[in-house]
């Protein structure tokens, strides 16, 4: 019986500190990730702001076969959408929030049950080249789990940044 107190007291110690660690956690969390294009600014705009040529670089389709896409009315510039439903990903929508011409975009990405975030892409003329860089912001709003996500996100997240960035530039360069 004193066994089960003590591994009893102990778990309630451990699930405390959880709770009260998750409590002090930032609720924001962020990553970006950054590559050099040679090719010019305002095709590399282009393949961004377009969502239907975004298809053929974006990481998240080609690594699930379950990753259904609807274009919206309106793909291309401010106000153009896509949403998304998938086994692994679930369900969500993407829609430009602002685009300036070969300077940024933003958009917001509705994960549906799984909260909101916001993702952008900074673009910047370098010589004969682009630097673009690609960047996601979330918020936890205060749930402890999603806290906890925001401590994972730079590596999880920014592989998949990673990839999609390494696509544009292999399609942009035509290698």
Known sequence: MKLIKK???????????FFVAGILLPSRYSTQRSIKINAPINKVFENVNNLKKNMAWSPWKQNDPTFKITLGKKYIGLGASYSWVSKDSGEGLIKITESIKNKSIRVLMDFKTQGKAEGY???????????????????ANGNIIAKYFGLFIDSYLGSYIDIGLKRLKRILEGK
């Open 7 to 17: 591994i009893a007291v102990v778990f309630t110690i451990l699930l405390a500190a």
């Open 121 to 139: 892409w900074i673009f910047k003329k370098s010589d004969n080249a682009t630097i673009v860089t690609e960047g996601f912001i979330g918020n």
